[in-house]
């Protein structure tokens, strides 16, 4: 069974897959100072409680925080004996290569969301990710990753406002029935979610002159279903896309190194 490990900002994600099916998904609020250790404590917990075995024979790790890789590596190779391919690392072949500016580097969440957007809906793809930036990442017709767009975060401006502000509270994100506010938490969340909604519409659009051809757009993340509500922003939203790309790309690899 392969171990599947999104490691964000945010959140931090760890799903079993069969060979046909994810068997269980379990979130945790990253944490760089965790150890191997006490990843497989809460691990093994886990498990025991859906009564999966530890059979796991494999992993592949997508982390936006460089410093927890080595911690997930012991993790991987201590207690279920075996080496993770790492997204981003020079051992771990992507289907197509981005193309973009030589020398940079595109975050690993972005290249599995390429790849699992490509695989379900083709090329010609927008894929907004809602986590703790709200990304826009552009496809193209082949399926390689041709640059984007970075954006702060819900959860980060509402923060941000909040700090930034001392005399406003702070507040959850909804969808309003309004967009007029009558009180000061109503009016941070017109202002947010209608913010959200136009900046969305704003850079799609955007996108879309530049490229000079129908793209179409799908959405990931938490918060993605909020801001589809109401709304035709997107043709799907899609709530396991990352961890499809993660096993998407070990299967890549794997029939690689056995060609």
Known sequence: ?????????????????DGTRFLATWRIATDHRRTADEYFVWLSSLMALTNI???INAAIISSTVPRVVFNLRVLCDRYFG??????????????VAPRV????TVGPDRLVNTVAGFDRFGGDLIVVD??????FDVIDLDGAYIGGVIAPGV??????LHMAAAALPHVDISHPTQVIGTNTVACIQSGIYFGYI?????IVRQIRSERARPMRVIATGGLAALFDAGFDLFEAVEDDLTMHGLVLIHRFNKEAHAA
């Open 130 to 135: 809602f986590g703790t930036a709200t990304t």
């Open 198 to 202: 136009g900046l969305v519409e704003g």
């Open 1 to 17: 069974m392969l171990l599947c490990i999104d490691f964000g900002n945010t959140n931090t994600v760890f799903s079993v897959w």
């Open 53 to 55: 075995e530890a059979r």
């Open 155 to 160: 959860n980060l401006s509402l923060e941000a």
């Open 82 to 95: 075996c080496r993770p391919l790492v997204v981003g690392k020079p051992d771990c072949a992507l289907p």
């Open 101 to 104: 500016d030589q020398g940079t």
